[in-house]
Structures are given as structure tokens and as C-alpha cells.
């Protein structure tokens, strides 16, 4: 039967009980003896199950309560007439578009598609609140959408690598059992699965899983969809893919279950392929020790930074994947002095403490970028487009700010690489589980600030004042970086008296080389290339004075390579992993 679709406010009614729809919430009014009204914004709306076998509407709802931190789950149940689907009112009101988007399919039969999640649980991630919200509001809603899950909690730094291992295992046993039944998909004759992963942690956990799924070769591991549950500190992945100034309101009751909530709304929900870079680190022969503190280097067996190895690295490592961020220069400097704050100051206060302790340091090296197929790209602040540069770019220090980017944001609001989002003026080719890497070749965002190219420092720098030419420099560094809190202005600050000259560089590429360098041997390169015509000595600073010059982060964990190292990185596409995200409500 067609029929129109009226604005909201339409009712159903059956029996007792009558349920309307506006244009901002879903009344439930019971009549009888005791009368009662329950008015649920449509914010507040996890999802309204379809029973069709018992025709009943399951209407599922969070909650706040003052004294309690996490959301609380609710229910309530419309009963239908048998012949509710034959019925114009019925039809009408179940047809509508704000009902779809909220109802899900609810299944309690295996062989109909009842969905199956595994799930992993870091307890100590963020605040370490990950436990009590999944007890308290993750498990009720799983339960009342008719979800299965197997659920791993980590204990011990790296465990989520380990777990990803498992879950591959059971995967490639289901796949098996479901061939032998002559079930499953098939493409190219083998047969294929998905595996959707919900994990409840920060950053590090997803870093650690995905480190832990690629060790698996691509044609034996499913296709993996993963369903994010931002309890970390800074949860960049996840305000990446729900940006609050898109609508995702971090204030809201659902503010953490939006991933969940477009995995269980299937039929509203998005996927997105998941950008991923491979980082292969080839350390220095020896790597020193900070007078600062430990410095830890890169351990294959556990990749969390809040359990570093002191041991040396081989002269090579496996590769590292990042989802976030591959940095050094002062970003890494800032997660490294951060985690020594972590237990004085849980929250982000602690990065901006730790940025303003290392505003001045410079980091001396040579980055080489690479264009592949669509060549390197410069974002050019006069036509706010992107200037083809060719296929390679090598860029030489210092370098005051130096982050690849494969986000948009490292804090909720903090844009530090604008145009990663697919929302953005020059955003990245579209990532998709059906891309092919011909189709949408997958980028890295280099954000860069060099010192020299303001005059005044130059100036100063070459004319023997190297401290006042970095104390200086650190008022450009702050107007550069805090205008990634004004949605991203900082790619548009210009230096004072350099028409057309950004404080910002901002390329793209598909992958580059870093390679640290010893800060007096940068300073008598500079002299030989006739950089400057300013007389000035040879830099007093050198490597043991300053160890971080080799310091690299990785999603957060942190390595030193040391002077004399190098890290090679190249963006991989969703084509390649075979990793999505829910990311998005339609």
C-alpha cells in the first residue's frame, strides 16, 4: 500500500497505549487507572526494535542520572494489533522517515541473521571507566537489539595485539564450519566473512588491534568492521569519524554510542574504510639515553607506550601500523614529557602542560616525500587549492612542528590537518570497503612549521642568538597551533612582513622518509649551501644534549630511532586492509 509521508506529529494507538511522533521527540501515553505520559527526546533514542513474530515495538532510550557518570538504558513496549503491516495508520507511522532511521531489525534466531559482535575491553584505557560502561549501558543495549557477542578484556600493555590474533582464529574456524554447510559468501571461489570488533578503550587500543590484525596475511583474514567506543584520553579516531560541528553532539546521552548506534541501525548507518599508514623504522646502530627521563624504544611485543622498553632496537623492526598520526619533532616531544604527567594530570591538561615545556625545541633532519600516481600536493593559502609539486619534495630542518596525519583532529575541537575530513574544502579521495587503491589512492597530511622560514628568526638564528632566535620562534608556534582550535584558521596564519608566506606548510602525499640528523652537522650544512650569508659558530648543542632530535610517535607510542635512523612511511587504503569503521548515521 502507498502512502504519503505526513510531518510529524502522527500517532499510533492500540488498546491502552499511544504512541506519537514529533519533530523532536516519542510520547508514550498509557491511559487506564493510573494514566501516565513519557516524553523521550529523539536524541535520546538508542533504537526502537521491530518484533515482528510477537508485534510489538521494543523502544530503547538513554538516560542521565546526576549522580552517575554513564548514560543509563531503558525500555518500553508498544504492542501492534496482528494486523498492524495491513494497516494504513500503522503502515504510515512505521514508514516514516524518523522511525526508520531509529528502528532496527531484532532477530533472536541464528540462522535469520542474528548479529554477532566480538568484543575487546581495555579497563585501564582513559579513566578507567570502560568496565562500568559496559556493564551499565553498552551490555543492555546488546541484549534488547538481540546482539551476540564473545567478549576479551585486556590485562597487560600489548594484549589487544594478542586478541586481534584470536579473533582472526575464530573467524577462520567460522569461515570453515560455514563452508562445510555450503554457507558464507564466496568471491573468486574462497569463501569470505566479515567480522565486526567493537572496542572500548582509547587510540592505543585500536593501534594495538590493527597492529595485531595486519600480522595476518591479506587473503586469510575476513573483512574487519570496527565499532569504536571512545573511553581513552583524547579518542581522536572517533571525534574524526563524529565531529561535533557535523551535529554529533558530545553532550548528548548517546555522545559515546554513535558508532554503536550506526552498527545496530544498519539501515542508517555508514561505513568507512579505515586510512592506514605502514611505518618501517630502521633505528640507529645505537640509540641514546635521555638526561630527561627514559626514552623508550620500539618493542614488537608490546606497543604501549605506557610500559616502555629501555632495551636497544634491531637494526630493523617489523612494520607499525598507525590509524592516527606518525610525528615527531614537538608533537612527539609532547606525548613523551605528557605521559610523565599522566598520573598527576588523567585528562588532556596534561598535552597542553607538556606542549608549553617543549614549545622551543627545534628538530633537525631531512623529509623526503613521495606522490606516487597523484604526486605531491602543497595547500597554497591565495587559492585555498592544492599546488601540484611533482612527485617527490625534500624538505630540510629544523623543524618545529613536524605530523603526518591520517585524521582531521587530535582532540574533539583540536583540527590540526583540516582537510582529512571528508567535509572539508580539499578533502582526501573517498574511502570506501568497495575502493580500489586505482580508483581512490590513499594520502598522509604532512603538517609542517619551519622556523627559518620567518626572517626575524633567520636573522637571529644565523647571527649567533640560537636561544633568543627559539624563544622567539615559540609566539609563531602558539599562533600557528591554536588556530587548529578555530576550526582548522591555523593553515591560513601568515608570518608578519612575508606577503603570501604561511606560518603553516600543509602537503599531501602517499607516503615519505624521515631521517634525523646531528644538529651541529644540520648547522655546517646550512653553511656550505650558502643558506644565509650571517656569520655564526657551530651550534654548542648536540645529540646527548638533546636526545629527542630521533624521538618518533606512533599513535601515541612513542620510540627513538636515534640520529642516524630513519622511518619510512606509505598511506594504505581500505582496498588493501580490509578494515572499515562505523562511522557515521545517514
Not at 274 to 301: C, E, K, V, W, Y
Request: aromatic share 8%; proline share 8%.
Amino acid at each position: 500500500m502507498q502512502v504519503d509521508v505526513p510531518e510529524p506529529p502522527i500517532s499510533i494507538r492500540h488498546l491502552s497505549k499511544t504512541l506519537t511522533l514529533t519533530s523532536t521527540s516519542l510520547t508514550l501515553s498509557i491511559c487506564g487507572q493510573t494514566p501516565s505520559t513519557h516524553s523521550h527526546p529523539l536524541s535520546s533514542i538508542a533504537f526502537i526494535a521491530h518484533d515482528l513474530p510477537n508485534h510489538q515495538l521494543k523502544i530503547v532510550w538513554l538516560s542521565t542520572h546526576p549522580l552517575l557518570s554513564h548514560p543509563l538504558t531503558n525500555q518500553a513496549h508498544f504492542d501492534l494489533p496482528p494486523h498492524s503491516t495491513q494497516d494504513e495508520p500503522h503502515i504510515t507511522f512505521l514508514t516514516h522517515p524518523i522511525i526508520k532511521s531509529l528502528l532496527i531489525p531484532h532477530s533472536n534466531d541464528e540462522s535469520n541473521g542474528k548479529r554477532r559482535l566480538e568484543i575487546i575491553l581495555n579497563p585501564t584505557a582513559g579513566a578507567g571507566s570502560a568496565s562500568n560502561y559496559f556493564e551499565t549501558t553498552v551490555e543492555p543495549l546488546l541484549i534488547w537489539a538481540g546482539v551476540s557477542y564473545h567478549l576479551s578484556v585486556t590485562t597487560a600493555p600489548g594484549d589487544a595485539k594478542g586478541i586481534a590474533v584470536d579473533i582472526l582464529g575464530r573467524a577462520e574456524q567460522q569461515t570453515r564450519l560455514e563452508a562445510a554447510n555450503g554457507g558464507g559468501e564466496t568471491t573468486g571461489g574462497a569463501t569470505r566473512r566479515t567480522t565486526t570488533v567493537m572496542l572500548l578503550g582509547g587510540d592505543g587500543t585500536t593501534h594495538e588491534f590493527i597492529n595485531g590484525l595486519l600480522t595476518s596475511p591479506p587473503s586469510t583474514r575476513p573483512e574487519i568492521d570496527i565499532i569504536l567506543l571512545p573511553l581513552g584520553t583524547a579518542n581522536a579516531l572517533y571525534y574524526h569519524s563524529f565531529p561535533p560541528e557535523r551535529g554529533y553532539d558530545t553532550d548528548s546521552p548517546a555522545a559515546l554510542l554513535y558508532s554503536l548506534l550506526a552498527y545496530l541501525r544498519a539501515g542508517q548507518g555508514a561505513r568507512k574504510g579505515l586510512d592506514l599508514a605502514r611505518n618501517d623504522l630502521l633505528p640507529s646502530p645505537s640509540t641514546p639515553s635521555s638526561s630527561a627521563g627514559p626514552i623508550p624504544t620500539f618493542d614488537q611485543l608490546s606497543l604501549s607506550s605506557s610500559s616502555p622498553s629501555t632495551s636497544l632496537p634491531p637494526s630493523e623492526t617489523s612494520p607499525i601500523y598507525t590509524t592516527v598520526v606518525t610525528s615527531f619533532a614537538l608533537h612527539a616531544s609532547i606525548l613523551h614529557t605528557a605521559e610523565s604527567l599522566r598520573s598527576s594530570h588523567p585528562g588532556l591538561e596534561r598535552f597542553k602542560l607538556a606542549a608549553h615545556q617543549n614549545a622551543s625545541r627545534w628538530t633537525t633532519g631531512v623529509l623526503r616525500l613521495s606522490g606516487g600516481s597523484s604526486g605531491v600536493g602543497i595547500y597554497d593559502l591565495e587559492s585555498k587549492s592544492w599546488r601540484a609539486q611533482g612527485g617527490s619534495v625534500v624538505l630540510r630542518g629544523p623543524f618545529s612542528y613536524l605530523t603526518a596525519a591520517l585524521i582531521d583532529r587530535f582532540e574533539p575541537t583540536f583540527l590540526i590537518a583540516p582537510f582529512r575530513s571528508s567535509h572539508s574544502l580539499l578533502p582526501p579521495p573517498a574511502s570506501s570497503p568497495t575502493s580500489t587503491s586505482t580508483d581512490s589512492p590513499p594520502s598522509i597530511d604532512i603538517v609542517i612549521i619551519r622556523p627559518m622560514r620567518d626572517a626575524k628568526t633567520s636573522e637571529l638564528f644565523h647571527g649567533g642568538k640560537e636561544k633568543e632566535a627559539k624563544e622567539g620562534f615559540t609566539e609563531w608556534v602558539w599562533k600557528g597551533l591554536m588556530g587548529a582550535y578555530q576550526s582548522g584558521a591555523h593553515v591560513d596564519v601568515k608570518y608578519d612582513g612575508e606577503e603570501g608566506r604561511s606560518v603553516v606548510e600543509y602537503y599531501r602525499c602517499e607516503g615519505f622518509e624521515w631521517e634525523p640528523v646531528r644538529f651541529a652537522l644540520w648547522t655546517l650544512s646550512c653553511f656550505r649551501w650558502k643558506v644565509a650569508t650571517y656569520s655564526f659558530s657551530l651550534s654548542p648543542q648536540t645529540e646527548s644534549e638533546d636526545p629527542m632530535n630521533g624521538l618518533v610517535c606512533l599513535d601515541g607510542a612513542l620510540g627513538m630511532i636515534g640520529v642516524g635512523g630513519k622511518v619510512r612511511t606509505q598511506a594504505l587504503g581500505s582496498a588493501t586492509t580490509g578494515v572499515s569503521v562505523w562511522s557515521g548515521m545517514k
